[in-house]
């Protein structure tokens, strides 16, 4: 089956550091997404990881361990706008010679940062 | 360079009444996707098109869902017809296929309320 578990809610202060986490049980795997959701907004693409490793994107970095089906999103220097549901998304499918890309997604963790 | 375009942003509707809902990805793009995203949930594939192909259409629900993609670009999502559980915000993403990845790129949504 397919599975994807993220904490439900976090809280974090102002100018400090969250880690979300993201663990994932699929039939296959093929390549790691975190979006960004603003209430009422569309989710918007933050990371991408397909090696193990970590990818840093300014404050934002991302880490995956293929062999522990795990992932974060690491937000450092915390600012009020980063209030918002990150998605965790898992690829699980490889057509060789196309396009891949169905995404399964995870339930979202809502962030709330605090002054 | 303009994002997936939907519309309308919101529609309420009583239930057994149709409904449709209109995208245009990114130009360029040739993969369209349809997702629906339950409040405090992550978004759930419904259809994926290559072009004007539909290549994934496992979990639209065929009896009431209807979807095309005349000539490749823009797509509609129809629902005739509505439920109540229909209610839900109805995302379209467009991906192009580069370099080994495909990330999706979500439009804004339609939030459809069924009463």
């Known amino acids: 089956g397919q599975n994807i578990d993220q904490p439900t809610e976090m809280t974090a202060t102002e100018g400090a550091i969250v880690q979300i986490n993201c663990t994932y049980q699929?039939?296959?795997?093929?390549?790691l997404f975190w979006y960004q959701q603003h209430a009422g907004e569309a989710p918007t693409f933050l990371s991408y990881?397909?090696?193990?490793g970590l990818e840093e994107k300014g404050r934002f970095s991302s880490f995956l361990s293929r062999s522990k089906g795990y992932s974060y999103l690491l937000l450092k220097e915390l600012q009020m706008k980063d209030s918002a549901s990150y998605l965790c998304?898992?690829?699980?499918?490889?057509?060789?010679?196309?396009?891949?890309?169905?995404?399964?997604f995870g339930t979202g963790t809502l962030l709330a940062v605090q002054p | 360079e303009a994002g997936v375009v939907q519309s309308p942003r919101y529609k309420i509707i009583e239930k057994k009444q149709p409904v449709a809902f209109w995208c245009n990805p990114i130009s360029g793009h040739n993969t369209l996707y349809w997702y629906r995203q339950n409040l405090g949930q992550g978004p759930e594939l419904l259809i994926r098109?290559?072009?004007?192909?539909?290549?994934?259409d496992s979990q639209l629900p065929k009896d009431r869902f209807s979807a095309e993609r005349l000539k490749g670009v823009d797509s509609t999502l129809k629902i005739q017809p509505a439920e109540l559980g229909d209610s839900a915000v109805y995302l379209c993403?467009?991906?192009?296929?580069?370099?080994?990845?495909?990330?999706?790129?979500f439009g804004p949504g339609t939030r459809l309320t069924v009463l």
């Open positions: 998304a898992v690829r699980d499918e490889m057509n060789y010679g196309g396009a891949t890309n169905k995404l399964i």
């Open positions: 699929t039939s296959g795997f093929n390549g």
């Open positions: 990881n397909v090696l193990d």
């Open positions: 993403a467009s991906s192009l296929y580069l370099a080994g990845t495909d990330t999706q790129y």
């Open positions: 098109y290559e072009n004007e192909e539909a290549v994934d």
